[in-house]
């Protein structure tokens, strides 16, 4: 079971490989990935040097993909398929159509992963992208509930990675149509969710105010722990309300610590961590914790317990200091 962490920078990726991570996944430093954020990602150069560092401590380095081309502009998106291709990366990961057939036809030997924005979750879907463009690993979207991926996983034709720690996106994974809506800048080809010069805080008295594009969505006490402004994140006032409140969605980060055996014991091969804009030391931390949380499994698989030590570790650098496991424990159907 690998576990594959963030790396937003070289620092991190550094980080990461230090803690125990077998694997990281990063971008280039334009709108080819969603998190095309200032001081983040990768140019031809930096990746190259990632790249000699990770071979050298046997690990792995796969490139994400996971914006859509814009129509007129599609030459960019294919110069990162042939850098990934050129430079040796282990993966590449990608949702667009267009990407997978472009990288299938012109680098066969470039291992392709289907990346999470293509929302593939049954077998049907599985097998298309296996057929045609020869995937080796899909990235689950996290709607499917434990029962879900246990069953996919039985039949699947590639191997299967999930999330397994890190914030959480309501319903389609990442292809945040409110950010959108709000700044003007698709992150599905813009390459950001709360693009970062949309991005305003000001003092207010005691409090401090959060805008995204002036829409105010966060007034908070200056002293309090914040996480990247989102829209669906924000406290807002209804017409039901007096307080603003979390009408979309809480601050909240996924940790699937408990349910490890049952993810190792479905055959999920690769256990992902969210947070490529997070910091190395966050990427330090949580790295440190699954590695730890899988090594014990793997010592003794029978004997595996969740250790509260964990829990507190990861509580720490959770968004909004609160986790959950999801719709992992989701009962209905």
């Known amino acids: 079971m690998e576990l594959l962490c963030p790396a937003g920078n070289l620092a991190s990726m550094k980080a990461a490989f230090n803690a125990g991570a077998d694997a990281v996944y990063l971008g280039l430093k334009n709108d080819t990935n969603a998190r095309s954020f200032a001081g983040l990602n990768f140019n031809e150069q930096q990746l190259a040097k990632a790249i000699v560092l990770a071979k050298k401590q046997n690990k792995k380095i796969f490139l994400t993909l996971n914006t859509f081309p814009k129509p007129g502009e599609e030459s960019r998106w294919y110069q990162a398929v042939d850098i990934a291709a050129d430079l040796g990366l282990d993966a590449l990961i990608v949702a667009d159509l267009s990407l997978l057939d472009y990288a299938a036809s012109k680098h066969k030997h470039l291992p392709l992963h289907l990346s999470v924005q293509a929302s593939a979750t049954n077998l049907a879907a599985l097998q298309f992208y296996k057929e045609n463009f020869n995937i080796e690993r899909a990235v689950l979207p996290r709607v499917l509930s434990m029962k879900q991926v246990k069953d996919l996983a039985?039949?699947?034709?590639?191997?299967?990675?999930?999330?397994?720690?890190?914030?959480?996106?309501?319903?389609?994974?990442?292809?945040?149509?409110?950010?959108?809506?709000?700044?003007?800048?698709?992150?599905?080809?813009?390459?950001?969710?709360?693009?970062?010069?949309?991005?305003?805080?000001?003092?207010?008295?005691?409090?401090?105010?959060?805008?995204?594009?002036?829409?105010?969505?966060?007034?908070?006490?200056?002293?309090?722990?914040?996480?990247?402004?989102?829209?669906?994140?924000?406290?807002?006032?209804?017409?039901?309300?007096?307080?603003?409140?979390?009408?979309?969605?809480?601050?909240?980060?996924?940790?699937?610590?408990?349910?490890?055996?049952?993810?190792?014991?479905?055959?999920?091969?690769?256990?992902?961590?969210?947070?490529?804009?997070?910091?190395?030391?966050?990427?330090?931390?949580?790295?440190?914790?699954?590695?730890?949380a899988i090594d014990s499994y793997l010592r003794s698989p029978e004997q595996f317990v969740s250790q509260a030590s964990w829990d507190q570790a990861l509580a720490k650098v959770s968004e909004g200091q609160i986790t959950t496991l999801g719709v992992y424990a989701r009962q209905w159907q």
Not at 179 to 187: A, D, E, H, K, R
Not at 222 to 244: A, F, I, M, N, W
């Open 154 to 292: 039985k039949v699947s034709p590639v191997d299967l990675e999930v999330f397994a720690f890190g914030s959480l996106c309501i319903m389609a994974e990442g292809r945040c149509h409110l950010s959108s809506y709000v700044t003007g800048q698709s992150p599905n080809t813009g390459g950001s969710c709360s693009p970062a010069q949309h991005v305003r805080w000001q003092d207010d008295g005691d409090d401090k105010l959060t805008r995204l594009n002036e829409v105010l969505i966060e007034r908070s006490s200056k002293d309090q722990h914040l996480g990247y402004p989102v829209v669906c994140k924000g406290r807002y006032l209804s017409e039901h309300t007096h307080e603003p409140q979390h009408l979309l969605e809480s601050p909240t980060s996924l940790n699937t610590l408990s349910l490890l055996p049952e993810l190792a014991q479905a055959g999920i091969r690769s256990l992902k961590i969210e947070g490529r804009q997070r910091s190395p030391a966050y990427v330090a931390q949580v790295a440190k914790v699954w590695r730890e």
